[in-house]
T-cell receptor, first 113, second 114 residues
Framework: KAGVTQTPRYLIKTRGQQVTLSCSPI?????VSWYQQTPGQGLQFLFE???????NKGNFPGRFSGRQFSNSRSEMNVSTLELGDSALYLC????????????FGPGTRLTVT | DQQVKQNSPSLSVQEGRISILNCDYT??????FLWYKKYPAEGPTFLIS?????DKNEDGRFTVFLNKSAKHLSLHIVPSQPGDSAVYFC?????????????FGKGTTLSVSS
């Protein structure tokens, strides 16, 4: 069974631009969560999607948004990029919400210059 | 304020010895904890978990201990191997707006030397 895939793996953007990251969960997994990893803050929860609906959202500004499609694939979008948005963005999938054993993708490394 | 804390950013041990990674949490309502391991350029990989109804869970070389009164858990790796060198994250499953979400500590980098 293929694992969680994320595209692109690396991205360089300029301040003020916007970016869209993509995540394909493990086949059969319907819940997708997004995390931001930075050296100073560790892994921070961004949001969770299930059945094309955002269920939970972490403490991030409205510039961070996401969506989920009917095939459970998910995208996250960051608008008006700031230097502090440089991070590794990780996607994790699980069978259903509340299933604690989440399976992570390799992440997208975003650099904002 | 951090709800899950890993106070040691790094740990170095020799091959064959025991590695002990520690994690503290702030809320006594947290009732499920997980450890993840992360290699560079890869996503975290689930390692082992423990429910608050237990005080110990074992899986091969990995054992997690939970001390609810101290709000503390630890991961023991015995014996440590060079391939165990990675960043280890402690996580708690916490109540959220709808259901639960995982809250992670900042991680501990384990280096096992041969």
């Amino acid at each position: 069974k293929a694992g969680v895939t994320q595209t692109p793996r690396y991205l360089i953007k300029t301040r003020g631009q916007q970016v869209t990251l993509s995540c394909s969960p493990i086949s059969g997994h319907r819940s997708v969560s997004w995390y931001q990893q930075t050296p100073g803050q560790g892994l921070q929860f961004l949001f969770e999607y299930f059945s094309e609906t955002q269920r939970n959202k972490g403490n991030f500004p409205g510039r961070f948004s996401g969506r989920q499609f009917s095939n459970s694939r998910s995208e996250m979008n960051v608008s008006t990029l700031e230097l502090g948005d440089s991070a590794l963005y990780l996607c994790a999938s699980s069978l259903f919400p509340g299933n604690n054993e989440q399976y992570f993708g390799p992440g997208t490394r975003l650099t904002v210059t | 304020d951090q709800q899950v804390k890993q106070n040691s950013p790094s740990l170095s041990v020799q091959e064959g010895r025991i590695s002990i990674l520690n994690c503290d949490y702030t809320n006594s309502m947290f009732d499920y904890f997980l450890w993840y391991k992360k290699y560079p350029a890869e996503g975290p990989t689930f390692l082992i978990s423990i429910s608050s109804i237990k005080d110990k869970n074992e899986d091969g070389r990995f054992t997690v201990f939970l001390n609810k009164s101290a709000k503390h858990l630890s991961l023991h790796i015995v014996p440590s191997q060079p391939g165990d060198s990675a960043v280890y994250f402690c996580a708690a499953s916490v109540p959220y707006q709808a259901g639960t979400a995982l809250i992670f500590g900042k991680g501990t980098t384990l280096s096992v030397s041969s």
